[in-house]
């Protein structure tokens, strides 16, 4: 069983930053493909990035290009998501998922491809 463990979250000013972890309990070769989804009150579990650890690029959701950045540390199966210029409808829980194996790139936002998810940390946007 792999376990997702996100930290980081918090409380945090318009136009502020802040940055997530999520510690993976298993090696690469069980989280191939990783992602960050959120998921906002009353509203569905949403994708925000992901990536292959085999693979150098990330692809982002529209509503985060250019603003989060995900970063990994291979040495420690640690994957962080730097979150920047965040706005009140960026809030939402945080979710780390992860895959055995490859996803295909049409279903790297699709939440039913993920096996492994984190417990997920709160973000809130507010002034």
């Known amino acids: 069983q792999v376990q997702l463990v996100e930290s980081g979250g918090g409380l945090v000013q318009p136009g502020g930053s802040l940055r997530l972890s999520c510690a993976a309990s298993a090696s690469r070769d069980r989280t191939y493909t990783m992602g960050w989804f959120r998921q906002a009150p009353g509203k569905e579990r949403v994708f925000v990035a992901a990536?292959?650890?085999?693979?150098?690029?990330?692809v982002y959701a529209d509503a985060v290009k250019r603003r989060f950045t995900v970063s990994r540390d291979n040495t420690k199966n640690t994957v962080y998501l730097q979150m920047n210029s965040l706005q009140p409808e960026d809030s939402a829980v945080y979710y780390c998922?992860?895959?055995?194996?490859?996803?295909?790139?049409?279903?790297?936002?699709?939440?039913?491809?993920?096996?492994?998810w984190g417990q997920g940390t709160q973000v809130t946007v507010s002034s």
């Open positions: 998922a992860a895959h055995s194996s490859r996803i295909i790139s049409s279903r790297l936002a699709d939440v039913r491809a993920y096996d492994y």
């Open positions: 990536f292959r650890w085999s693979a150098s690029d990330t």
